[in-house]
């Protein structure tokens, strides 16, 4: 291990928060000691919750990850934020008053925030996204909020690293809950309409649940609750209580569809106790061990394929091997498939890092 | 080779068009036989003329594909249009517009139209779009357009892989060129201020020129032209000539700032004219060679990576191996690191393909 990485970690493990930042930077750069430092943070790994939360531009979901912060230090707790912003290369502008609303809880020591550089993140945005997120798990976060600002598939990648995702939606990200594509609705544990005082906000929730419903397949689910009158009770009352029963088992969870007026502070608490019943939910059913095997899992396969990669393709040998081929490719007398199994043939063993 | 894709590739050498769709979706998706497909696309590649075209949302990329589309058609070359949209997930109303725009060129028989699904792409964007690139220049299209809808990482990213990368901004894209980010400079080839009848549409061209200027490190070139005169002529003609000599020399390429009104056409044969010029430069030069062969060393890399990983993690011995691990991962005594290395020691003889 490198002097200067060893030191840091001493420090790091003392909890100072420039040890906290310089183990950040290095993750998020991939500076030589990253593996050094990742490799120590595991030990450490598992206590923080890790919550994403997502939804599309000016949805409010900086303003809630403030309030939100504010609740949980508020019970003691220490919160890590990471910002994501995969929509950087064209505009900035919302982002910057973004960031400067955010100071107002920047100065507490409970509090770390970190926004996310996405170019060269080598081995993609999700991956370099959970790294850094484990930087903060090992330094003894107990809530690390991910929030990712942008909209593509990216995105959700990043929030599907987290333990429980919520999705910020406003009435105006459309005029129907059509155009929220099925990824949205695959990893949303929690969804949260904010500007509930808009026009259209009680149509929204009662979309996304009535999307829910179908989702779970269910025709009594299907129906939406229509001026007040959930007519699934009525019509069938014994089906409903059965219905309700499954539902409350600690085996399902059900993502609720809360509302919000984030500007005025309103609603973040009952965020707050949904997000704390579905950690429970998640410790009770077994899904939060469940999922964090399968994230260790993925670590050991993103090792294994930036090894392999090193180890392979950052051979001078195999760069001259492969530069001596290009010719033949160019004429195409052979493809890149006959060139790759050649290559794999002649050099395959120096991924399994063997010196002889 | 499976006897399906084998007939498929007779049927797709005849110019049919099921089969060039039918071709697409088994690269898009990854369906079997796609190895087939793309080794069978190489020794015909490198016909097409790729030109990416990217910018923010409501820019008039559409308008300005549908419009250039027609351009080179009425000059005979047949054109295939690849549309990327990462960022889907929360909306698509813009997009769904777009494409019913699109409808006045996709009856034309010279004209192939493809939106890319983003979900699933294994590999990445980038690479997908690619690989749908090569099956229309395989097919023997003239002109390729890659129009990426979004404005993420992974837009330029995609843009990347033309040969020609076009970047359409708008005077309200933002307050100034600062919005810029680095990324979009140096990936465009050429600039289009589209409606440039708005005002701060001059405004944007000179910034862009600026821009480019100081990019170029030149104190003449960094000076706008202003109220139409220019400068650097007046203040030194003798250096100012000099570096139009340069710059006119087939080894450099100056990226234009053209402008157009795309919803009125006008613009557009300038732009075409701009592309024909990029074109020849990168001939020429001796450029488009060797950003083929970059490319083609890229697919051999893409390749080998996915039979690495195949072959490693997609065997059956290994999976039991990992999962067997995962009580001392969680447990924390052994790190990621150390178990891939295990694995890679005991199980990185696969990747070389040997059947032994």
Redesign the interface.
């Known amino acids: 291990m490198l002097a200067l990485v060893e030191r840091l970690l001493v420090d790091f493990d003392a909890r100072k928060p420039f040890a906290l930042a310089r183990a950040v930077s290095i993750v998020e750069n991939q500076r030589p000691g990253v ?1 050094d430092v ?2 120590s943070m ?4 598992g206590r923080a919750r890790r919550i994403g939360i997502t ?2 531009p000016g949805a409010g979901k900086s303003t809630i990850t403030n309030l939100l912060t504010r609740e949980f230090r508020n019970s003691g707790l220490t919160v890590g934020i990471i910002c994501v912003d ?8 919302a982002l910057l008053g973004d960031r400067v609303r955010m100071e107002s809880v920047a100065l507490d020591e409970g509090v770390f925030i970190r926004s996310m550089a ?2 060269g993140s080598l081995g ?2 999700a991956s370099s996204t959970r790294e850094v997120t484990d930087v903060l798990d090992g330094f003894g976060f107990d809530i690390i909020l991910i929030e990712t600002v ?7 990648d990043v929030a599907r690293t987290a333990d429980t995702t919520m999705v910020v939606l406003v009435p105006e ?3 129907s809950i059509q ?3 099925a ?2 609705m695959e990893i949303a544990d929690i969804f949260v309409v904010n500007k509930a005082d808009r026009p259209g906000a009680d149509r929204l929730r009662n979309d996304v649940e009535l999307m829910l419903g179908l989702r779970r397949g269910s025709s009594y689910a299907n129906m939406p609750a229509h001026h007040g009158i959930d007519l699934k009770r009525v019509m069938n009352p014994a089906r409903a209580a059965r219905e309700d029963a499954k539902l409350a088992s600690p085996d399902v969870w059900t993502p609720p569809v809360l509302g919000s007026i984030a500007a005025k502070g309103e609603g973040i608490a009952g965020i707050r106790e949904s997000l704390d019943k579905h950690f429970s939910y998640l410790e009770a059913s077994g899904v939060l061990r469940e999922r ?2 399968e994230r ?2 993925e ?7 930036k ?3 090193q ?3 950052g051979d001078a040998e195999t760069t001259t091997w ?2 001596g ?2 010719d033949e ?2 004429s ?2 052979v ?7 050649d ?3 002649n050099f ?2 120096l ?4 010196t002889t």
């Not at 995969?86 to 502008?93: A, K, M, N």
């Open positions: 593996d990742l490799a595991h030990p450490r790994l939804g599309p995969p929509t950087s290369p064209f505009t900035g502008g996405t170019r993609g945005l942008g909209v593509g598939q990216s995105e959700l990200s459309g005029d155009t929220l594509k990824g949205v964090r095997r260790t899992v670590r050991v396969i993103e090792v294994v394929e090894r392999m990669h180890r392979l393709l492969i530069k081929r290009v490719l160019e195409g007398s493809t890149p498939y006959v060139v790759a199994d290559l794999l043939r395959g063993h991924v399994t890092g063997a």
